[in-house]
Nanobody
Framework: QVQLVESGGGLVQAGGSLRLSCAVS????VGWFRQAPGKEREFVAA????????DYTDSVKGRFIISRDNAKNTVYLRMNSLKPEDKAVYYC?????????????????WGQGTQVTVSS
């Protein structure tokens, strides 16, 4: 059983930065997803079990960085140049595979979510 604990959300002004953390028990594929009010949950970024493969949705490329420290059992999502449209609940997800990419159905475990609010 993989356990996920997210942290790091909060309120930030547009143009600011936040770093989300996801404590993951196990070297699994991890993805970050987000859900804005009234919208479906969408893919944000993914990383494989070793950290050698990453992927991002187009809207965050060049602004967000996903990384992991397996010694600390933690996956990070560094969010720079935040925009009001980045406001959402961000979820960390893990899969019993080495890499799962953007497919939400490929993830087996989900965190409780952390709120990110960006003021204009």
């Amino acid at each position: 059983q993989v356990q996920l604990v997210e942290s790091g959300g909060g309120l930030v002004q547009a143009g600011g930065s936040l770093r989300l953390s996801c404590a993951v028990s196990g070297r699994t594929a991890v993805g970050w997803f987000r859900q804005a009010p009234g919208k479906e949950r969408e893919f944000v970024a993914a990383i494989n079990w070793s950290g050698s493969i990453t992927d991002y949705t187009d809207s965050v490329k060049g602004r967000f960085i996903i990384s992991r420290d397996n010694a600390k059992n933690t996956v990070y999502l560094r969010m720079n140049s935040l925009k009001p449209e980045d406001k959402a609940v961000y979820y960390c997800a893990a899969a019993n595979t080495r890499y799962s990419g953007s497919n939400q159905d490929a993830y087996d475990y989900w965190g409780q979510g952390t709120q990110v609010t960006v003021s204009s």
